[in-house]
């Protein structure tokens, strides 16, 4: 690596602050712009509050200022109070060396949690040392906004050469993809003063926090649906995903596990049962992600609303892919960004996950109209035959996009998130604001 590659890592790194204290100072602005000054004091603020603990935080600035007296007025009584405070800070620190604990963390962080729900971070520490280890504090440092720590992990003692194992409870405020940094475990022992702290190297753990949504009770498809031959690789059954077709005389080289042998008995002859291919109907969720860029000045005032529309249109796709999975069909869904995401499900679980990861995942895009989506894509949902379209709005640019469904051959049934009194769409357009989609108003489409 050169040297150049390596200064513009810690750089950014730098930049980017510490991830065990999340701020929004370093947020990257238009133009990916983040002050150098805010990143420094950051830092320097994440390591006092990682060195000393809350009430150690408010003692040692009272410390200073009184050492700092004493020094100019050394005839002063106060000489006397700032020897006594140095004296139990030194006590501290050097009992907080001595009994510096040694322990192995094992964290275990879901994978993936619905918004609004709460959920439970596991720990289990084993003492290497064959001294207690006295006053464990676990990950009481700032996170993300979207996640908080209800109750942290911590631990009186943890008696030598033993595990133990705790527990924190965390709730999962919004949706989105979080990166938990890796466990850091600090003993207050034996003042409380200073935080002596073990922090386990690796990767952080990531939790996805997918769409809150409501269940839908019935859903009105276009009648355009094409079967899809090809959709039964992507379905998960027991055995062969084949439709009993009826029976017939037994062949030569068919599979002996095909045989009905109570027709066979009726029948005094081998009768064989015959299967053919499962046909499933497909269809393609595509998903509106672009939010009109906002002048900075305004951003503050007016991102709650928008990303409010945001949010409703991912619950809402979230509902109908639930409603999908769980019947005859087989997904495509398409969000539309920055970066188009495809992704093909079919009828189980692990596939309704992984869109659920992709909902999760998605940011806010500012550059790119759902209408530039390009001819490919288009030609690969008209194979599809049928479209569910989830829009922010509707103007000039997202009539655009259904005119180039409908030229393409695509039966298209249209959702648009807003306000139904400012939007003036056809007829057979739904139009349903955020507040109804998220209060679970919105059961039938």
């Known amino acids: 690596m050169s040297i150049r590659s390596l200064y513009e890592k810690y750089c950014n790194k730098f930049l980017d602050g510490p991830e065990w204290y999340y701020t929004s100072a370093l947020e990257k602005r238009p133009g990916n712009y983040r002050?150098?000054?805010?990143?420094?004091?950051?830092?320097?603020?994440?390591?006092?509050?990682?060195?000393?603990?809350?009430?150690?935080?408010?003692?040692?600035?009272?410390?200073?200022?009184?050492?700092?007296?004493?020094?100019?007025?050394?005839?002063?009584?106060?000489?006397?109070?700032?020897?006594?405070?140095?004296?139990?800070?030194?006590?501290?620190?050097?009992?907080?060396?001595?009994?510096?604990?040694?322990?192995?963390?094992?964290?275990?962080?879901?994978?993936?949690?619905?918004?609004?729900?709460?959920?439970?971070?596991?720990?289990?520490?084993?003492?290497?040392?064959?001294?207690?280890?006295?006053?464990?504090e676990l990950d009481n440092y700032r996170l993300r906004p979207g996640v908080k720590i209800t109750g942290h992990a911590a631990a009186g003692v943890v008696p030598p050469r033993q595990k133990i194992e705790i527990r924190a409870e965390a709730e999962a405020l919004r949706r989105g993809k979080y990166d938990i940094f890796s466990p850091i475990a600090d003993s207050r022992f034996p003042l409380g003063l200073f935080k002596m702290s073990l922090r386990k190297k690796g990767s952080p753990d990531v939790l996805l926090v997918y769409p809150s949504f409501h269940e839908l009770v019935s859903l009105d498809l276009p009648v355009a649906l094409r079967y899809q031959k090809d959709g039964d690789s992507r379905v998960s059954k027991v055995g062969e995903s084949l439709?009993?077709?009826?029976?017939?005389?037994?062949?030569?080289?068919?599979?002996?596990?095909?045989?009905?042998?109570?027709?066979?008995?009726?029948?005094?002859?081998?009768i064989i049962k015959e299967f053919q291919q499962e046909y499933l109907s497909r269809i393609a969720v595509i998903v509106d992600t672009y939010v009109p860029p906002i002048n900075s000045f305004q951003f503050r005032f007016r991102k709650k609303q928008s990303f409010a529309e945001l949010e409703a249109s991912l619950s809402l796709a979230s509902a109908l892919i639930d409603y999908l999975t769980r019947g005859e069909y087989v997904v495509d869904i398409f969000a539309a960004g920055l970066d188009i995401y495809h992704f093909k499900a079919g009828r189980h679980l692990s596939c309704f996950d992984d869109i659920m990861d992709i909902l999760a995942s998605l940011e806010v895009n500012h550059q790119l109209p759902i209408s530039e989506l390009s001819s490919s894509v288009l030609e690969e949902i008209s194979s599809i035959g049928s479209a569910a379209v989830i829009l922010q709005g509707w103007d000039k640019e997202r009539q655009k996009l259904i005119s180039r469904l409908n030229n393409y051959g695509i039966a298209s049934k249209v959702i648009i998130i807003g306000d139904r009194k400012k939007i003036s769409a056809p007829a057979n357009i739904g139009v349903f604001s955020a507040e109804d989609v998220q209060q679970g108003r919105v059961v039938k489409l």
Not at 90 to 104: E, M, R
Not at 247 to 258: A, T
């Open 243 to 270: 439709d009993f077709f009826g029976n017939r005389e037994f062949r030569e080289d068919d599979d002996p596990r095909h045989i009905d042998w109570l027709g066979s008995a009726r029948a005094g002859e081998l």
């Open 35 to 136: 002050s150098v000054t805010a990143a420094f004091t950051i830092w320097a603020l994440a390591f006092y509050i990682r060195i000393f603990t809350t009430p150690g935080q408010f003692l040692a600035p009272v410390t200073f200022i009184i050492v700092f007296y004493s020094i100019l007025a050394w005839t002063s009584p106060m000489r006397i109070i700032s020897i006594v405070l140095l004296v139990i800070f030194l006590v501290d620190f050097i009992c907080a060396l001595l009994f510096h604990p040694s322990l192995k963390i094992t964290r275990h962080v879901p994978r993936r949690i619905r918004a609004g729900s709460s959920f439970f971070i596991d720990y289990e520490l084993e003492n290497r040392r064959r001294l207690s280890a006295w006053d464990i």
